[in-house]
């Protein structure tokens, strides 16, 4: 793993910074404390005796003198004092974002109109089950992404990179896309028409249509004069499961994996165009945006 890979892992970041900070308190909290006891209790027991043979000689010692050598001798360093006061912290955002809720970014515009640039999301990190942080292996079955689904997951050409899309086709699911209208299984999925939107990144106007994705309604955007085939060579893992055409493509979901698509369907680079995502690369389901800092009224929910 080079040093770009580390920097961009987050949760790598944290995992390291929580095992150097937890060892340091460990080592404080059963062993250096201890020492510095002992070593306080022997230098009280000599200032003691001493006080006491200077009173046998009617010569008085200022206590507070006491109180300042056992706070001196029991004072911990800055290094340990700042690891321990960082480590549960640490450790709380680190178990919270591995197992039950991590924030993302939303960087492109593949998802619009469901999500913006800009849009800071949470995703549940424990609705598909629960997964070792950093290795991102799944330990507890709770549940598998279901058509319609928002779904983070890493990159299948580059798995230190984060994606979102939505989860059009599940394991066993023939799903065909032709003419830009999606059939999932030989059935058709239902469109409504709804006023052309307007992307602010192209400053153009895009048709805008709800899609009810085996009843997950949701908008798409689609755009005059884009192309209905794919225009890429489909040289991707699994390919042999697909087949292309001017008008779409037909692709056979094999066990285990994913078949996402963009709601921004001609501005989105998807599973037409790198393959099939497996399980192993599951991270979550997003279902809130919690802030726009150029947009407040994105704050919600969404599906």
Known sequence: MNLQDILGNFALILFTLMVVTGVIWCIDVFYLARQRRARADAALAEFDARTAKLAADNIKMDQNGRAALEAGLLRIPNWIEYSGSFFPVIALVFGLRSFLFEPFKIPSSSMVPTLHIGDLILVNKFVYGIRLPVINKKIIQLGDPQRGDVMVFKYPVDPSVDYIKRVVGVPGDTVRYQNKRLSINGSSVSYQ??????????????????????????????????????????????????????????????????????????????????????????????????????????????Q
């Not at 908008?219 to 004069?225: A, D, M, R, S």
């Not at 599951?282 to 947009?295: L, P, Y």
Request: proline share 5%; aromatic share 16%.
């Open 193 to 302: 028409v709804l006023p052309d939107f307007l992307d602010e990144e192209r400053l153009t106007y895009a048709k805008q249509f709800s899609e009810n994705l085996t009843g997950v309604n949701h908008n798409i955007l689609n755009y005059e004069g884009a192309p209905a085939y794919v225009p890429d060579n489909h040289t991707f893992p699994g390919n042999e499961n697909c087949s292309f055409d001017i008008e779409g493509f037909t692709c056979t979901v094999p066990a285990g994996h994913y078949f996402m698509m963009g709601d921004n369907r001609d501005n989105s680079q998807d599973s037409r165009y790198w393959g099939f995502v497996p399980d192993k690369n599951v991270v979550g389901k997003a279902f809130f945006v919690w802030m726009n800092m150029s947009n407040l009224k994105r704050i919600g929910s969404f």
